[in-house]
């Protein structure tokens, strides 16, 4: 069946069996105790943005790989010394460090591709 990763997420889980989920506002939004549950698993999804984030985000259980598909970007990560700007154009894909902080700010409207592990993911505004 054809999954829109914009709208769901394809949770890949330790078994190797995957799953469909409502993804966005839908998914971030359940009980604590069931997004542990997805969490553990690897989250597969694509967005498009046409502005930048409002806000910061951290993956404290693992790494994350980000993969602009098409357009251009600016991945940004917070250290204890400051700010670390990435620069990433159609193709590029970055890992980010579990338990950075980073957001991204859109130099022309882009689409990315995620991979991460939910569990225990923070949001705060920029």
Same mark, same amino acid.
């Given at each position: 069946? $054809?999954t829109d990763?914009? !709208? %769901? ?5 330790? !078994? ?9 506002d839908?998914?971030?939004? /359940?009980?604590?105790?069931e997004?542990d549950r997805?969490? &553990?698993?690897?989250?597969? !999804? @694509?967005?498009t943005? +046409?502005?930048d ?6 993956h ?6 980000? &993969?602009l598909m !098409?357009? $251009?970007?600016?991945?940004?990560? @917070? ?7 990435i620069r ?8 980010i460090? /579990?338990? +950075?902080? %980073?957001?991204?700010?859109v130099? @022309?409207p ?5 991979v991460?592990?939910? +569990?225990?993911?923070? %949001?705060r505004?920029?």
């Amino acid at each position: 069946m $054809a999954t829109d990763l914009s !709208s %769901h997420y394809v949770l890949l889980d330790a !078994s190797g069996a995957s799953s469909t989920v409502e993804g966005g506002d839908a998914f971030w939004s /359940r009980p604590p105790d069931e997004l542990d549950r997805f969490g &553990r698993g690897w989250l597969l !999804s @694509e967005y498009t943005f +046409a502005s930048d984030w409002p806000q910061w985000e951290m993956h404290p259980e693992a790494d994350e790989v980000v &993969r602009l598909m !098409s357009g $251009a970007a600016e991945l940004q990560l @917070e250290w204890p010394t400051g700010i670390q700007a990435i620069r990433l154009r159609a193709g590029d894909a970055y890992v980010i460090p /579990r338990g +950075a902080w %980073h957001t991204v700010k859109v130099l @022309e409207p882009c689409r990315m591709l995620h991979v991460t592990m939910g +569990a225990g993911t923070q %949001h705060r505004p920029l």
